[in-house]
T-cell receptor
Framework: AQSVTQLGSHVSVSEGALVLLRCNYSSSVPPYLFWYVQYPNQGLQLLLKYTSAATLVKGINGFEAEFKKSETSFHLTKPSAHMSDAAEYFC?????????????FGTGTRLQVTL | DTEVTQTPKHLVMGMTNKKSLKCEQHMGHRAMYWYKQKAKKPPELMFV???????INESVPSRFSPECPNSSLLNLHLHALQPEDSALYLC?????????????FGSGTRLTVV
């Protein structure tokens, strides 16, 4: 089965600083990877997805991620953090089981943005 | 319409009650999903319906009973739940196959079992 590992359960950055959230995947086939954001007491919002079309993927709210096969990584970045970026971020991998596709999440990284 | 709507938003139920969670989408998606999310944990897959047929059941206890009456609606029937079943229940939908098109999530139903 495919899986993702998020390094760092909690990341703190200053407003205006670079945001880097790490995600590594484990898959024997080309993976389909996603980043979702969850604000307190809300559902999940898709930030971006990698489906093999391009290795650098741009998403919403200024986020982007780069797929690196050699490093089995799909790290999420944003050049300048904003207070509104404070939330829980989940990396996820999707695989087809033969009868349907399923989405499996990493353990999540809580992003704190300080003044 | 690009939303997945879940009702109710909050639910408190006793261990002997029977209740249902509802999920609706009008995006023409033919796959729908139920996830359970405990506090400070990632969502965990419970069920997948593809073309209104149950395709994946992640060994969920029988006190949770899913139903997909049509392509727009997904229900989760609850009966004889335990306090440890208290969680945020998330519904999602996708085109088929989901990994190509991505998954759209609802805002969830926060369930408390007393």
């Amino acid at each position: 089965a495919q899986s993702v590992t998020q390094l760092g359960s909690h990341v703190s950055v200053s407003e205006g600083a670079l945001v880097l959230l790490r995600c590594n995947y484990s898959s024997s086939v080309p993976p389909y990877l996603f980043w979702y954001v969850q604000y307190p007491n809300q559902g999940l919002q898709l930030l971006l997805k990698y489906t093999s079309a391009a290795t650098l993927v741009k998403g919403i709210n200024g986020f982007e991620a780069e797929f690196k096969k050699s490093e089995t990584s799909f790290h999420l970045t944003k050049p300048s953090a904003h207070m509104s970026d404070a939330a829980e971020y989940f990396c996820a991998v999707s695989e087809n089981t033969g009868t349907a596709s399923k989405l499996t999440f990493g353990t999540g990284t809580r992003l704190q943005v300080t003044l | 319409d690009t939303e997945v709507t879940q009702t109710p938003k909050h639910l408190v139920m006793g261990m002997t009650n029977k209740k249902s969670l509802k999920c609706e989408q009008h995006m023409g998606h033919r796959a729908m999903y139920w996830y359970k999310q405990k506090a400070k944990k990632p969502p965990e897959l419970m069920f997948v319906y593809s073309y209104e047929k149950l395709s994946i059941n992640e060994s969920v206890p029988s006190r949770f009973s899913p139903e997909c009456p049509n392509s727009s609606l997904l229900n989760l029937h609850l009966h004889a739940l335990q306090p440890e079943d208290s969680a945020l229940y998330l519904c999602a939908s996708s085109q088929v196959p989901g990994q190509i098109y991505g998954y759209t999530f609802g805002s969830g139903t926060r369930l408390t079992v007393v």
